[in-house]
């Protein structure tokens, strides 16, 4: 065929699948799909599961396990974070296990890898929703992967419970009714930080240090309203380079205004060079580090004595701080670490979250077991959004959410400022935003 | 423009920086030009076999070593270590032309970070100090705010960059072995005929490439605080801009590069904050690509004639 | 076993071919009816990828340009699509050849500089192409132009199955089938480029660039013309690829994806158009499958606690092995295999062996697939890939009796 006949069938063919894709219905919405949810006349918020597949509202079998399934980036940068969520679930979920389940039923966790890329965290979640048919999902990290697969889950109608991310848009039960997030949202801690400094010296003087991932973008999205609106004066935010060896530059110009408080929003492998910076330049204001940098063990020890007097806004016990080692909770933590034999993993905070998460859903199943309909996917993602529970390993154990009014499970907890004597922290304050958080997020 | 940008003590910050990181960048375009010269081949690895080196350091020091004596051995590993692939993976590799070594170079990237990454874990850990790194070690020039010092970290490694190009001008301008590394650098097969053992020279170009780049992963380390397996991955492409600014065959060009690079990087935004955002990797392209449009063979390489 | 031999443009040759061509389209009808919607899923991205490596293969294989920033075309067109669908309301189907065009001009723009650059230069400058595209995404002004940063761009696209269609397939499946028809146009034009004037010029200015330019062929021309055209296959993949993942974001679109990329190529044959498919292949289930069986394996994960990461070294080591001991890809040794039953021999030399030459002496075209001989751009030995199995009983002068694969170009 000459090269003109085969472009004039090209041209031909191209246009007739063009045509075909356009016929065939195609449409494309950027919403959610999946079923939304109604706060009911009693005031409790319900996940409707009337757009839902049969089985989101049929009990478990009888015995059959609880299937939960778990993407964690396994490997790439953010390797250790995965590992170490999955050792805390498994050693929870064995100690609930070993004690005979929830329900009768034993809870069996399915772990994918998804390098934090959201294209597999999207095969991962097509495989959990198809073959693997799992009956809840938990701990998915990421802002790109939750973005990309809470569609996925609504609309197969199948919990992702207890996300990890600080992206404020996830915490909202009309718009992502089968999503709900774990962590404070970057708008609670921003509003700690916040109140914290107009504490400390009202009409403060604030600078924003950043660098270019989420975390970042999440927090300067939110903190420069609050701050404005807690009566301080922000200045311009420095970014970090991608390639740069040191943050010299960028911490000179941020200090160059003489600011009152310097609030580094990036990502802890940033903070040993943060600290001494600001050591060297005698900065004498406050120094606010973001809660990824809570373990200060690694992240703020390093640059001793650096770091006396930086403050971070806290919500759960450091496993790795000695001011914990006679706490009853942490020392049940580490025993059921030890018990699940991962105890290598125990010191690291992330560890200590999944085993958190684990706590969370295993009083989501419980209070679907009691629920009328009983152990359904579409009663746990309800239990979710009604919940009140107690977790001690958490700064403010006493936690809750409550639908619409309430969609933040951690909103609470307390300022620690780093003590170089103690080489931890010491608390300074309470932050306690239970029931507003909703506002914030706005 | 900066509000900052009348401020002398600013400026002569961004100039300090820019210089630490660009020598830094000098060093990595070193190794890649020392590569290059012999062999003609660029080695994408560098960066992960720098960050080898570096957990070699670190290791080492963890096992009592003192910090100094970690960083010779290593840099002694590293050498055979470069040699050694130069000669098992690469040679055998060179009949077949470019891309077969650059795909290779890649594998072992690949292959590298994640060995790094299983042995050492990916959790980051602190880095170990060859220069006085705790907050008095600088010298205070202006005082603020925002002040102006330069730390010793900073100082050392510009001083380490003078060593070196020092110690490499020795080598290869006064030793037999450096004479014979020229020649091959200058004329392939001239030099074999003459006798120099061509793939020896090779060897030797990968080794000390290795070496030095041992040497920078270990201070780009002590100047972050802290080290993992991604260390060296985005300074790798600051490095390549640098060698092409400088002319990839040309060591004092590799130097003056990567001064010059990172001087840009860091005033060029701090100045102009019109730049909004992280733009310094653009900036390198941008700076790589005129480079390449207007001079091909860098500021002080040499036209290479095609004879046909 | 005597290999079956046929003669090129023959009757038989037609019907080879014919039935080879039935077969793939059945099989591509049967994956959706077949399979559950998640392989169909993932078969979907196979396609999408690749289309992706099939405009590294042409870049690279046949052109012999080195490229290293594959992902930035990928992600140019990924992007296009995402921002148009999300924020402007466009149809995907409209999308294509707004992002093809888009390649066209990035891939003219990187061209460019490969008038004056070769080698080296080029990869390094293709590789800080590749490395700057997803920075440049995340930065304020491609926030500004509606990238979504570094949180990634969300895209929903679903098709309903249309009535007139007659096979049970679900609306994954019949999105399956009109990617699969989209990527198999556009296979059957890069064969046809390939095998026309344009691509033996290509294949020309790889072997050997000063005979070519002595030859008539303008370097500079080609060199960009195929880049442009690379680049836009790289577009068209990544449109593609939001028919399967619904989102696209920076990490996605980086040096890492290249690297998968070039992976592939050379996996399937940086030379052959058929080599894009397997790439395709290994780029989606060779990751799955390494992670999930590097996880599985007990005294791997006691070894780290993170046995995910052996995926990378088991990647890194297939491609030193392929660069080895098969550089030239699978698809020429699933070739050689294949000339063991059956032999395609040009009209030419249908006297020689002993057959009368039939159909019409004027198709051109190579007699095997879309091979254009060993690629030197992968290095190995130059040795023929087809007809090394026949022994014909007469051998008179033969064209070139070293490289009887390379004979002269028709």
């Known amino acids: 065929m000459t090269r003109t006949t085969r472009c004039a069938a090209l041209a031909t063919a191209g246009l007739l699948i063009i045509g075909l894709a356009a016929c065939g219905n195609s449409k494309s919405s950027s919403a959610s799909g999946g079923s939304a949810g109604s706060t009911g006349a009693d005031g409790q918020f319900a996940v409707s599961a009337s757009s839902c597949p049969a089985d989101a509202t049929q009990p478990l079998a009888a015995g059959a396990p609880i299937k939960i399934g778990t993407s964690q980036p396994l490997s790439g940068p953010l390797a250790v974070a995965g590992a170490a969520n999955v050792a805390g679930l498994t050693a929870y979920f064995k100690k609930i296990n070993d004690a005979g389940g929830v329900d009768g ?309 307390q300022i620690g400022v780093y003590s170089t004597e103690n080489k931890g922290w010491t608390a300074d304050g309470d932050w306690d935003y239970s029931g507003k958080s909703a506002e914030l997020i706005g | 423009m900066s509000p900052n940008a009348g401020n002398p003590a600013f400026l002569l910050q961004l100039v300090s920086s820019g210089l630490t990181n660009g020598a830094l960048f000098a060093l990595v375009a070193l190794a890649i030009v020392l590569v290059y010269k012999t062999t003609s081949h660029i080695n994408l690895a560098q960066g992960e076999m720098a960050t080898l080196g570096a957990f070699g350091v670190f290791e080492l020091t963890r096992h009592g070593f003192p910090v100094w004596g970690a960083v010779g051995v290593a840099l002694v590993l590293s050498f055979c270590f470069g040699a050694g692939l130069e000669r098992g993976l690469i040679r055998p590799l060179e009949r077949r032309g470019v891309f077969p070594v650059i795909l290779t170079t890649l594998a072992l990237f690949l292959i590298i970070n994640a060995v790094v990454a299983i042995v050492w874990g990916t959790q980051p850990v602190p880095a170990p100090r060859p220069f006085p790194n705790s907050i008095q070690d600088k010298v205070d020039v202006l005082a603020g705010p925002p002040p102006f010092f330069i730390t010793y970290v900073a100082l050392g490694i510009l001083a380490l960059l003078v060593l070196v190009l020092l110690l490499l001008w020795l080598l290869l301008e006064r030793t037999k072995l450096g004479l014979g590394y020229r020649a091959v650098a200058a004329n392939r097969e001239a030099a074999a005929v003459m006798g120099i053992p061509v793939g020896r020279m090779h060897m030797f170009g990968w080794g000390i490439a290795a070496a030095l780049g041992t040497l920078t992963a270990a201070f780009v380390a002590e100047t972050g605080g802290t080290q993992d397996f991604n260390l060296m991955g985005s300074i790798l492409i600051f490095g390549l801009a640098a060698a092409t600014l400088g002319g990839f065959d040309s060591v004092p060009g590799a130097a003056i590069g990567g001064l010059v690079l990172g001087l840009v990087i860091a005033v060029v935004p701090g100045v102009f904050t019109v730049i909004q955002g992280d733009m310094s990797l653009v900036i390198a392209l941008a700076v790589m690509l005129v480079v390449l449009l207007v001079r091909p063979q860098g500021l002080f390489g040499t036209k290479t004639l095609e004879r046909v | 076993m005597k290999p079956r031999v046929l003669v090129e443009g023959s009757r038989r040759h037609r019907i080879w071919q014919g039935s080879g061509l039935l077969l793939a389209v059945l099989v591509v009808l049967a994956l959706p009816l077949l399979l559950q919607d998640f392989w169909v899923g993932q078969f979907s991205l196979v396609v999408a990828y690749s289309v992706a490596v099939l405009g590294l293969n042409l870049v690279t294989g046949f052109t012999g340009q080195i490229s290293l920033g594959h992902g930035a075309f990928f992600g140019l067109g990924a992007y296009t699509t995402a921002i148009l669908v999300s924020d402007h309301g466009w149809a995907w189907a409209a999308t294509v050849p707004v992002a093809a065009l888009l390649g066209l001009a990035l891939g003219f723009a990187v061209g460019l500089p490969a008038l004056r650059l070769h080698g080296l230069y080029l990869a390094v400058v293709t590789l800080a192409v590749g490395v700057a595209f997803p920075v440049v995404v995340s930065q304020p002004i491609g926030i500004a132009l509606g990238t979504g940063g570094v949180g990634g761009k969300p895209v929903q696209i679903t098709w309903g199955k249309p009535l007139w269609f007659g096979l049970n397939v679900s609306d994954k499946g019949w999105t399956f089938l009109v990617m699969a028809a989209v990527a198999g146009a556009l296979f059957w034009l890069a064969t046809g480029l390939v095998r026309s004037r344009t691509g033996r010029a290509l294949v020309t200015l790889r072997d050997n660039e000063t005979a070519a330019a002595i030859s008539g062929i303008w370097p500079a021309e080609v060199k960009t013309v195929t880049f442009a055209i690379s680049a836009m296959y790289g577009a068209i993949g990544g449109a593609l690829y939001l028919l399967a993942t619904p989102i696209v974001s920076p990490a996605t679109v980086g040096f890492t994806i290249t690297l998968l990329f070039i992976t592939a190529m050379v996996l399937g044959g940086a030379a052959t158009i058929s080599g894009a498919w397997i790439g395709g292949l290994a780029m989606v289930f060779l990751p799955y499958y390494t992670s999930q069986w590097a996880g599985d394996l007990t005294f791997l994960s006691q070894l780290t606690d993170q046995p995910g990461l052996f995926a990378n070294v088991i990647y890194g080591l297939i491609l030193i092995v392929f660069i080895y001991f098969v550089p030239a890809g699978l698809v020429p040794l699933l070739t050689r295999l294949r000339t063991r039953f059956v032999v395609i021999v040009p009209a030419e030399a249908a006297p020689v062996v002993g057959m009368p030459p039939g159909g019409s002496a004027t198709s051109p075209g190579e007699p095997d697939g879309a091979l254009a001989g060993p690629t030197p751009a992968i290095g190995g030995p130059a040795e023929p890939t087809q007809e090394s199995g026949l022994q014909p009983h007469s051998y008179p002068t033969h064209p070139d009796p070293e490289h009887p694969a390379r004979a002269t170009p028709r």
């Open chain 1, 105 to 413: 039923h034993q809870i069996e966790l399915v772990s994918k890898d998804d390098a934090f890329d959201a294209g597999r965290a999207t095969t991962n979640a097509q495989a959990f929703t198809g073959q693997e048919q799992v009956f809840a999902t938990v701990a998915q990290v990421g802002t790109p992967q939750i973005t990309a697969t809470a569609p996925i889950y609504a609309s197969a109608c199948v919990p992702q419970l207890w996300t990890i991310t600080t992206g404020a848009q996830f915490n909202d039960p009309t718009k992502y009714p089968w999503t709900i997030n774990g962590i404070p949202p970057a708008p609670v801690e921003s509003k700690a930080i916040v109140d914290y400094i107009a504490k400390k010296k009202p009409g403060a003087k604030v600078v924003e240090l950043m660098d270019s991932e989420a975390l970042a973008q999440d927090f300067h999205a939110a903190l420069p309203a609050l701050a404005q609106k807690a009566g301080l004066t922000v200045q311009p935010a420095q970014t970090i380079p991608a390639g740069a060896t040191n943050i010299d530059a960028q911490l000179s110009a941020a200090v160059a205004s003489s600011p009152d408080a310097i609030v580094l929003e990036a990502l802890p492998n940033y903070v040993p060079g943060f600290l001494t910076g600001l050591a060297r330049a005698n900065f004498k204001g406050l120094v606010v580090l973001n809660s990824s940098a809570n373990a200060a063990s690694q992240w703020v020890t390093p640059a001793d004595p650096a770091g006396q007097g930086a403050v971070v806004p806290l919500f759960r016990k450091d496993p790795a701080d000695p001011q914990w080692a006679d706490d009853p909770a942490m020392k049940e933590y580490l025993a059921d670490m030890a018990a699940a034999g991962q105890e290598k993993m125990a010191p690291l905070g992330n560890a200590l979250d999944g085993y958190g998460w684990g706590q969370l859903l295993v009083q989501n199943l419980q209070d679907a077991a009691k629920a009328d309909g009983g152990l359904t996917r579409a009663n746990v993602m309800t239990a979710a959004w009604n919940m009140d529970i107690s977790r001690p390993l958490m700064l403010h154990p006493d936690e809750s959410t409550n639908g619409q009014t309430d969609p933040v499970i951690e909103e609470a907890g």
